[in-house]
């Protein structure tokens, strides 16, 4: 047996499972970890950042592409549904996650690689009669799929290392948010439009000889096009997919894996927390999708705390409401809250939103809380900032302090805030679950809250925005104010 490796040992009546934990991890192998824990959101991630830039290359769904790609991502989760779903049909010697992953990899793959050629693809559709992307939706789709589904099935696979390589796959999840932000970030999304002369010439208005002059707008364009970017989402995936094989037949990470049965004890052995403890403090609460993680009933390490009904039913209505506005609601008008005040703001409260999740997942995963006083604090402080970005969704195309940097640097803010707080009410939720009585059938529900919130609040506004069309997009024209023609 390994000597680099510490185990717990048997019990009388036969070999057990076991839990290890090296004294040092293989560079090699965290490295792969991390490369394959980013792959886990970075497609869907990539996509929302990239909303800001499409809208102001004239998408056919305009300010209305948000709360498309909202529903989408509730639609998808018939990807996680169906893997535990057949996870509970299928022995339990068989384990499925090994080909789930090679399924959604390459699906990712896929759709990221043709979204390179056909983003901007449209066909009319009779029933809005109107042109949409009909290839960027229905690939955002897949991508969405492929996701959500990543979070039930990345975190079992991640079981079989070592404990301590769970913390390089968390690094990897928090940089599937931060890169692609870093990268929308610098590609922008244009300088701010200007207005030019495009030509002069001479016309009689009423007998009256007149100058007249021909405006057009001049807008300065992206650092790199939408093409580029998803040439880097596409690496990204591959990347993922490469890490992955690795991980699965590399001999040097095949000794990183823990050992499934040991034949004595080991002096000098040293108990550690088995992989679920560690896992379920963020994954389960990541965009608040793959919920439905079980804990290790093996796991002796964590205190349990009793929850009463009446407890537990406020923490779900609070998780519902929670994940009914932070998935569903306020992700579908972004677009017309922040547009308002500009595309390069819009971009900002995008992907500072987007970098706000992991940290505040972080927060939770290393210092944890089961305050419910803290859970109710974080909730409503997250509902006030998210009031104020609906009003400003509401009051577009004219929200206060248009124009005017106080009020960009207000939005950007608020919409971070309200990323932070109601991730680390989920976060904060969910810790308390893991350790109550009954925390199986908690986390369970957590999930299902979770969804049926998320669901509810995409189900809402999507007719609100794109039927009964209550927001209005700001689309201004700098050439609105020039002059055409003045006398001679």
Same mark, same amino acid.
């Given at each position: 047996?390994?000597?680099?490796?510490?185990?717990?040992?048997?019990?009388?009546?036969?070999?057990?499972?076991?839990?290890?934990?090296?004294?040092?991890?293989?560079?090699?192998?965290?490295?792969?970890?991390?490369?394959?824990?980013?792959?886990?959101?970075?497609?869907?991630?990539?996509?929302? $950042?990239?909303?800001?830039?499409?809208?102001?290359?004239?998408?056919?769904?305009?300010?209305?592409?948000?709360?498309?790609?909202?529903?989408?991502?509730?639609?998808?989760?018939?990807?996680?549904?169906?893997?535990?779903?057949?996870?509970?049909?299928?022995?339990?010697?068989?384990?499925?996650?090994?080909?789930?992953?090679?399924?959604?990899?390459?699906?990712?793959?896929?759709?990221?690689?043709?979204?390179?050629?056909?983003?901007?693809?449209?066909?009319?559709?009779?029933?809005?009669?109107?042109?949409?992307?009909?290839?960027?939706?229905?690939?955002?789709?897949?991508?969405?799929?492929?996701?959500?589904?990543?979070?039930?099935?990345?975190?079992?696979?991640?079981?079989?290392?070592?404990?301590?390589?769970?913390?390089?796959?968390?690094?990897?999840?928090?940089?599937?948010?931060?890169?692609?932000?870093?990268?929308?970030?610098?590609?922008?999304?244009?300088?701010?439009?200007?207005?030019?002369?495009?030509?002069?010439?001479?016309?009689?208005?009423?007998?009256?000889?007149?100058?007249?002059?021909?405006?057009?707008?001049?807008?300065?364009?992206?650092?790199?096009?939408?093409?580029?970017?998803?040439?880097?989402?596409?690496?990204?995936?591959?990347?993922?997919?490469?890490?992955?094989?690795?991980?699965?037949?590399?001999?040097?990470?095949?000794?990183?894996?823990?050992?499934?049965?040991?034949?004595?004890?080991?002096?000098?052995?040293?108990?550690?927390?088995?992989?679920?403890?560690?896992?379920?403090?963020?994954?389960?609460?990541?965009?608040?999708?793959?919920?439905?993680?079980?804990?290790?009933?093996?796991?002796?390490?964590?205190?349990?705390?009793?929850?009463?009904?009446?407890?537990?039913?406020?923490?779900?209505?609070?998780?519902?409401?929670?994940?009914?506005?932070?998935?569903?609601?306020?992700?579908?008008?972004?677009?017309?809250?922040?547009?308002?005040?500009?595309?390069?703001?819009?971009?900002?409260?995008?992907?500072?939103?987007?970098?706000?999740?992991?940290?505040?997942?972080?927060?939770?995963?290393?210092?944890?809380?089961?305050?419910?006083?803290?859970?109710?604090?974080?909730?409503?402080?997250?509902?006030?900032?998210?009031?104020?970005?609906?009003?400003?969704?509401?009051?577009?195309?004219?929200?206060?302090?248009?124009?005017?940097?106080?009020?960009?640097?207000?939005?950007?803010?608020?919409?971070?805030?309200?990323?932070?707080?109601?991730?680390?009410?989920?976060?904060?939720?969910?810790?308390?679950?893991?350790?109550?009585?009954?925390?199986?059938?908690?986390?369970?529900?957590?999930?299902?809250?979770?969804?049926?919130?998320?669901?509810?609040?995409?189900?809402?506004?999507?007719?609100?925005?794109?039927?009964?069309?209550?927001?209005?997009?700001?689309?201004?024209?700098?050439?609105?104010?020039? $002059?055409?023609?003045?006398?001679?």
């Amino acid at each position: 047996m390994d000597g680099r490796c510490l185990c717990s040992l048997r019990s009388t009546q036969r070999k057990m499972a076991v839990n290890c934990r090296k004294v040092s991890v293989s560079p090699l192998v965290a490295v792969l970890v991390v490369f394959f824990g980013t792959g886990s959101w970075v497609a869907i991630n990539g996509l929302w $950042v990239e909303l800001p830039l499409l809208v102001k290359l004239g998408i056919p769904e305009g300010y209305q592409l948000a709360s498309y790609l909202t529903i989408i991502i509730q639609l998808a989760n018939i990807g996680p549904v169906l893997f535990v779903i057949l996870s509970y049909a299928t022995p339990k010697h068989i384990r499925l996650e090994v080909p789930a992953i090679y399924l959604v990899v390459t699906i990712g793959i896929t759709a990221c690689t043709l979204l390179i050629f056909f983003w901007d693809g449209t066909t009319y559709w009779d029933v809005v009669n109107d042109y949409r992307s009909t290839a960027l939706l229905i690939l955002a789709f897949f991508l969405a799929i492929v996701d959500c589904t990543s979070s039930v099935a990345f975190t079992p696979f991640m079981s079989r290392f070592m404990n301590l390589y769970v913390t390089w796959y968390f690094v990897g999840e928090g940089f599937s948010a931060l890169l692609p932000s870093l990268v929308a970030l610098g590609q922008g999304v244009g300088g701010e439009e200007g207005c030019r002369a495009n030509f002069t010439y001479e016309r009689y208005i009423n007998g009256t000889k007149n100058n007249c002059t021909d405006w057009i707008t001049d807008a300065k364009s992206e650092r790199f096009p939408p093409e580029d970017f998803f040439i880097f989402l596409t690496a990204m995936m591959s990347s993922c997919g490469l890490a992955f094989i690795l991980l699965n037949y590399l001999p040097l990470s095949k000794r990183e894996r823990i050992p499934q049965e040991c034949d004595g004890p080991l002096e000098g052995v040293e108990q550690i927390p088995s992989v679920s403890s560690s896992q379920e403090s963020y994954t389960m609460i990541r965009n608040g999708y793959g919920a439905t993680a079980e804990p290790d009933d093996a796991d002796k390490d964590i205190p349990v705390e009793s929850l009463t009904q009446k407890n537990a039913i406020y923490l779900f209505v609070i998780l519902g409401w929670v994940s009914g506005l932070s998935n569903g609601v306020l992700p579908s008008i972004q677009s017309y809250s922040c547009g308002a005040y500009g595309l390069d703001t819009y971009l900002l409260a995008a992907t500072f939103g987007n970098i706000a999740n992991p940290i505040a997942c972080f927060l939770v995963f290393l210092w944890p809380q089961k305050s419910k006083t803290l859970v109710t604090t974080t909730a409503i402080l997250g509902t006030l900032f998210g009031s104020f970005c609906m009003t400003t969704a509401v009051l577009s195309p004219s929200p206060p302090l248009q124009f005017k940097l106080a009020g960009d640097i207000i939005i950007v803010a608020c919409w971070v805030c309200v990323t932070a707080f109601f991730t680390y009410t989920k976060a904060t939720i969910g810790w308390i679950l893991r350790n109550a009585n009954g925390s199986r059938s908690l986390l369970i529900w957590f999930g299902a809250v979770t969804q049926i919130g998320s669901l509810i609040g995409a189900l809402i506004m999507f007719p609100l925005v794109n039927t009964y069309n209550l927001f209005e997009g700001y689309y201004a024209d700098p050439c609105d104010d020039k $002059v055409d023609c003045i006398p001679a």
